[in-house]
C-alpha cells in the first residue's frame, strides 16, 4: 500500500502472500523503484513483524542503531506501532 504523507490518499500496489520461496527483499526493491520512476517520493516503509518481514529488514541493515536503508536517498523502515505495544 502506498500513502500521502501530505494529501489523504492511498493506493494498493501489490499482493502477495509471502512464503519462504518468495525473495521479500528483493520483491520490495522492484516496487520501490517503480515508484521512484513514476515520480513518487518514498520516505518509509513500514510492515509487521511477521519472520519474513524481520528477515527481509535484517537482509537491509536495519537495527536499532540505524532505522533506515540507502535508495537513491534514506528509506526509514519502521513497524506500526499498535504491534509493538
Same mark, same amino acid.
Given at each position: !500500500?502506498?500513502?500521502?504523507?501530505?494529501?489523504?490518499?492511498?493506493?494498493?500496489? %501489490?499482493? *502477495?502472500? &509471502?512464503? =519462504?520461496?518468495?525473495?521479500?527483499? %528483493?520483491?520490495?526493491?522492484?516496487?520501490? #523503484? &517503480?515508484?521512484?520512476?513514476?515520480?513518487?517520493?518514498?520516505?518509509? *516503509?513500514?510492515?509487521? =513483524?511477521?519472520?519474513?518481514?524481520?528477515? !527481509? @529488514?535484517?537482509?537491509?541493515?536495519? %537495527? %536499532?542503531?540505524?532505522?533506515?536503508?540507502?535508495?537513491?536517498?534514506? #528509506? @526509514?523502515?519502521?513497524?506500526?506501532?499498535?504491534?509493538?505495544?
Amino acid at each position: !500500500m502506498v500513502h500521502g504523507l501530505f494529501a489523504n490518499w492511498k493506493q494498493c500496489v %501489490s499482493f *502477495v502472500l &509471502t512464503l =519462504q520461496a518468495v525473495n521479500v527483499k %528483493s520483491y520490495l526493491l522492484d516496487i520501490l #523503484l &517503480t515508484l521512484e520512476r513514476v515520480g513518487l517520493s518514498v520516505k518509509a *516503509v513500514v510492515s509487521d =513483524q511477521g519472520p519474513i518481514f524481520c528477515k !527481509m @529488514f535484517d537482509g537491509f541493515g536495519i %537495527s %536499532s542503531a540505524k532505522p533506515w536503508f540507502e535508495l537513491n536517498g534514506n #528509506l @526509514f523502515a519502521c513497524f506500526p506501532i499498535l504491534h509493538i505495544c
